[in-house]
């Protein structure tokens, strides 16, 4: 039976963090526990062999550094700084061993040939424990182009806004282990395609049958205008060869040194000439060098005083690949081959790898390569998991958009299990974050490569019939909802302050709101979902989470929700 929930939003986020903060709210057995702790000690030999100073609390560790505390020797996980060891199951710090003290290696013996032992008649066993992710979780999200004008979201926010971990107000910035800019556009040019810069007003959206649709940019909010706020505090020289969101960016690293930035190619708008770019070995390299040379190398064109050669330097970690679609189902002015689209997408991700190597020779870095892909079950089956995957250092699962406005009924848009009562028939009786990840590991893709999309935003509709429950839940609607920035969406820090009754329903694990009869329904991520997501991100032994995206979060309550529940 679901529970209505009324009342005050911010206690139920405080509660929700405090939950995930001591390992979330599902059910964990003992045994659990004391495996991981037998799994820590049992692969201790190289651990007590280093030399390992006393932990403090005025230290900084990264990822792989080792300390001794009470007795035993543990090894940071992460980027950590005060956080005790052997206090939090989750914590940043795994025991090695509880012998600091290195221990002389016997001589070895033979080893008698065990005597075979009858195999016993199988019996379900639980979901094993997870083996730790190396080097921790990654914990991301999307800053979009767009959020400095309507939204008035600057980089620097990212720098200023704090919310409370372990009793210390962080940054967001220090929540994150990397943010993907999105977006880049790729454009028709000598005889191929290649990334560039443009600024120019997309048409898509409101006339995808227009011939310059997809081929909008906004090279001003990239790297010219002037921030209303900056991370230094300081005003861009005129004369500097870099501005814009850029060189926040770059100073954001600066400040937050653990940090990643990616750029993000594509995305539902921008991605019409993904399949033709993907065609032929000659067009996959002059996309993937120009996009390496203009965004890693830093080679912006000079427009307006701003850009030039080597003006991006530093900026750039890595590139994120947002192909919507391979094989179809994205913008109708998309560049599609249904056959060949499943191949080439994974020889584009190979030349990428290769093209970012090639320059991190140069470098003397190594440069990340991820992949936003879709979650539908159709749309993994478009693709090769078991192939590309190689080539990736993750994915980042789009588990979201599952339903929205442009259906006539109510439904969860971003449920983390399918609900029996969902009246939804073939492709999307499977639209949810369980199915899609269960897709995608049995298509291939590795555990520790995939991170679970997780919405700053909800989906709704207006005129919503009641039904049998009072609940509006896969009710008829009179369409979507009327949003702050587009029909049928709004963001966390809107849907906070909307009035009505809140459920989280059982199945899904989802937040929905329902204004009354004939009103609006909305579903929608608050930190108590958040904190179920990551529990199962945990048990799934997943790579991490990401969001979409930064703006949508209210002073950084859904960001904090996900990083400790990491």
């Not at 001591?22 to 692969?43: E, F, I, R, Y």
């Not at 932990?55 to 009470?70: E, Q």
């Not at 227009?210 to 940019?217: H, I, K, N």
Request: charged share 15%; aromatic share 10%; glycine share 12%.
């Amino acid at each position: 039976m679901e529970h209505a929930v009324k009342g005050n939003a911010a206690v139920m986020g405080l509660i929700a963090g405090m939950l995930a903060a001591c390992g979330g709210g599902g059910d964990s057995p003992a045994s659990d526990t004391s495996n991981k702790l037998l799994a820590a000690v049992q692969t201790a030999a190289a651990a007590v062999a280093e030399n390992c100073p006393a932990w403090s609390a005025a230290a900084i560790y990264t990822v792989d550094m080792c300390v001794t505390y009470n007795g035993a020797v543990y090894k940071a996980k992460w980027w950590t700084q005060n956080n005790v060891p052997g206090t939090e199951q989750w914590g940043p710090w795994a025991l090695q061993t509880t012998t600091p003290t290195p221990t002389p290696t016997p001589t070895p013996t033979p080893t008698p040939t065990p005597t075979p032992t009858p195999t016993p008649t199988p019996t379900p066993t639980p979901t094993p424990t997870p083996t730790p992710i190396p080097g921790g979780r990654e914990i991301g999200s999307y800053f979009a182009q767009w959020g400095v004008y309507g939204r008035n979201y600057e980089v620097a926010d990212i720098h200023t806004t704090k919310t409370p971990v372990n009793g210390v107000q962080t940054s967001v910035a220090d929540q994150l282990t990397f943010i993907n800019y999105a977006f880049a556009n790729t454009y028709a040019k000598n005889g191929g395609y290649e990334c560039d810069m443009v600024t120019k007003a997309e048409t898509g959206g409101s006339n995808p049958n227009s011939p310059d649709a997809g081929t909008g940019g906004d090279a001003y909010a990239d790297y010219q205008r002037s921030p209303a706020r900056t991370v230094n505090g300081q005003a861009v020289p005129w004369d500097a060869p870099l501005s814009g969101n850029f060189l926040q960016l770059k100073l954001l690293k600066a400040a937050h040194p653990n940090l990643k930035i990616f750029i993000s190619l594509g995305g539902w708008s921008w991605s019409k000439n993904f399949s033709a770019a993907a065609k032929t070995d000659a067009l996959r390299k002059q996309l993937a060098k120009s996009c390496v040379k203009m965004f890693i190398a830093g080679d912006l064109p000079v427009q307006d005083g701003r850009g030039g050669a080597g003006a991006a330097k530093g900026v750039f970690d890595g590139i994120d690949i947002d192909w919507e679609y391979p094989g179809g189902g994205g913008q109708t002015y998309n560049t599609v081959d249904t056959v060949n689209d499943k191949h080439n997408f994974t020889l584009l991700m190979a030349e990428f790898r290769a093209q970012l190597d090639a320059q991190g020779a140069i470098d003397g870095k190594r440069y990340a390569l991820t992949a936003a892909i879709g979650a539908g079950g159709e749309k993994i089956a478009q693709t090769e998991p078991a192939l590309y995957g190689q080539y990736m250092d993750w994915v980042n699962l789009m588990t979201y958009d599952f339903h929205g406005g442009w259906e006539a009924t109510t439904n969860f848009h971003a449920p983390l299990y399918h609900d029996p009562a969902d009246p939804s028939t073939g492709n999307l009786a499977k639209y949810n974050s369980h199915d899609a990840i269960t897709a995608l590991v049995a298509a291939g893709m590795p555990r520790n490569k995939i991170l679970l999309g997780v919405p700053f935003y909800g989906r709704g509709w207006k005129g919503v019939a009641a039904g049998p429950n009072g609940n509006g839940l896969y009710q008829s609607t009179g369409g979507a909802a009327t949003g702050a920035y587009e029909a049928g969406i709004d963001d966390y820090k809107v849907l906070i302050n909307k009035t009505g009754t809140r459920w989280y329903h059982p199945v899904t694990k989802q937040l929905y709101l329902y204004t009354g009869s004939g009103g609006e329904w909305w579903s929608y991520d608050d930190p108590t979902v958040i904190a179920t997501k990551m529990q199962y991100v945990r048990d799934q032994n997943l790579r991490g989470a990401f969001s979409w995206e930064l703006d949508g979060d209210a002073n950084g309550a859904l960001t904090n929700a996900v990083w400790i529940g990491r």
